[in-house]
């Protein structure tokens, strides 16, 4: 069994058509993978959904059907939703320290959450988790992290802006 946590940014192409979609569904959809989620991400979806619909000029009928299908993949144990555990707050705090003081890059609270989140599952499950985003960013300041490179593989929907791999 292979674990796969994933950001809101990469799940969001298991329900919105877009390059990376076939990979996100293909993993999303294998009976040998399980894939997890923040509780944050249960919030922030749909606001992905939302800016989804107001720049393609969809309807409130569209972003109903594509939370439905979210909140399906929920409710039959397809996608698993996380708590954040106290420790995984401290952590953040830490990856604040790390991140936007030490090198001076931007974090958001939300990627911050999540991506500790995903260290707390691999540590629950005691097996290395792949973290999938498709946020350069996360990406780019999470591979520089022994901690968090020491229990998950992080992979990058896209390209990465440096040349470097897009796996870590």
């Known amino acids: 069994m292979k674990d796969y946590f994933f950001d809101t940014c990469a799940l969001q192409h298991r ?51 594509l939370i439905r299908r979210f909140l399906e993949d929920v409710a039959s144990s397809r996608l698993t939703v996380v708590a954040t555990p106290k420790r995984g707050f401290v952590r953040a705090q830490q990856l604040f320290r790390f991140a936007g003081v030490q090198k001076s890059l931007g974090l958001g609270t939300g990627d911050s959450l999540i991506a500790m989140c995903a260290m ?15 946020d350069w960013k996360l990406f780019n300041i999470i591979r520089r992290l022994d901690a968090f490179q020491s229990v998950c593989g992080c992979e990058l929907l896209g390209r990465p802006k440096d040349g470097s791999s897009a796996v870590a």
């Open 15 to 65: 329900y919105i058509d877009s390059e990376y979609s076939r990979r996100v569904r293909l993993l999303t959809s294998r009976r040998d993978v399980k894939c997890y989620i923040s509780e944050w991400t249960v919030a922030e979806i749909a606001s992905t959904f939302a800016l989804h619909c107001r720049k393609q000029s969809l309807s409130v009928a569209k972003f109903d059907a």
């Open 120 to 134: 707390e599952v691999a540590r629950m499950e005691q097996r290395r988790v792949h973290f999938m985003t498709s």
